[in-house]
Structures are given as structure tokens and as C-alpha cells.
């Protein structure tokens, strides 16, 4: 984290719950890092890093789909999060719904806990 404060860094904007959950981390760590540019697009930020000096923070899950990002771990690392997918047992599910579930599903077994 003491890295962070002199690595010019890229973030995704305030509007994301992903950087309100980032700026938590950095204040309870007491890291004040320089955020050079703020971006309202996960490929827009991913695009700035690739062309330029800046770094990132972004959850693990999305670097897998960008090989040409270096993933580098936070010491402390960004406490987890957890997602839910919530339905009405009894509603009707059209066939979109239960495949997007069934993908969500394996998606979750593949990545583990």
C-alpha cells in the first residue's frame, strides 16, 4: 500500500460502487494516492493502463480477462465482496433467466470461494 502513494494511479470514478469500496480500503490503510485520472469505463481505465505509466485498482476477477494487464497483489489486500442472485422462488423464470443463472452458477464454481 506505501507503493501506492508515489505510483500515479487511474480509477474508475466515484459513480462505481467498486471505487467507493477502493477509497474505503485506501482511508483505513491511511494511503493517500495520487489519482491522476478517473474514468467512467471499466475498458476506457483498462485502455489508459495499457498506454500509459498509470496503474490500476481493480478486483482480481478482471484481470483475467485482460492478459495484457500485470496483476500486482495489495498488501493488505481489498477485503472480498460478496454478490447474491436473488429470485422469487415461485415467479415465473423465462428461458433467458435460467440460463443467465446457470451461467452465473458455473462462472462462481469455476472461480472458487
Known sequence: MTELDRQ?????SSDFATRVHIDDHFA???????????????NALTEIVRRTPLA???PDALTRDHPHLHPVPLT????????ALLRRETAYQSAA????????????ETLGP
Open 56 to 58: 490500476t485498482v481493480l
Open 8 to 12: 500515479p494511479l487511474a480509477l474508475l
Open 97 to 108: 433467466a435460467r440460463a443467465f443463472t446457470r451461467l452465473t452458477r458455473d462462472w462462481a
Open 28 to 42: 483505513r490503510n491511511r494511503t493517500a494516492p495520487s489519482i491522476a485520472v478517473e474514468a467512467n469505463s471499466i
Open 76 to 83: 493488505p489486500a481489498l477485503p472480498s465482496r460478496t454478490v
